[in-house]
């Protein structure tokens, strides 16, 4: 031991050490205090201690519970962003090959658009002509 000293009381003139052992006053507080102890593990938690681990059972439930929505909603966050942002990339696509494409291939796609249109629309209802148109 540095720093410290070690004196031998009067009674420990032996060489073999017997003045550092425990005294039987000690060692029979020992016991009992020990008997105490595993009497106390053998009658098992009392109603505060089970309480008490109850209210941090529960605590950690709800906070694992709580980590597991944020991971969902950032995850639903990350997708809704990474969709927002390819719905953009496909619209700016759309517009570039619409502006690439000739005046002329512009023309002919909407030509194109209105054959469509006429050949899968209803037929147009025949309007009467009368024949008064000569006497007025």
């Known amino acids: 031991m540095t720093g410290s000293t070690v004196r031998a ?19 029979d507080a020992w016991v009992a205090k020990e008997r105490e102890r595993r009497q106390a593990w053998l009658n098992g938690p009392t109603a505060e201690e089970r309480e008490a681990y109850a209210q941090r059972l529960h605590q950690r ?15 639903q966050v990350r997708r809704g962003m990474r969709l927002g942002r390819e719905g953009q990339l496909a619209a700016e696509g759309a517009l570039a090959l619409i502006y690439r494409y000739s005046r002329r291939t512009y023309a002919e796609l909407v030509r194109a658009g209105r054959e469509w249109e006429e050949e ?3 037929p147009r209802r025949r309007r009467r002509v009368s024949m008064d148109d000569e006497g007025a």
């Open 9 to 27: 009381s009067d009674d420990a003139t032996s060489e073999d050490g017997a003045g550092l052992e425990p005294t039987q006053a000690e060692i």
């Open 61 to 75: 439930r709800l906070a694992d519970t709580f980590d597991e929505g944020e991971a969902m909603l950032a995850d």
């Open 120 to 122: 899968t629309s209803l």
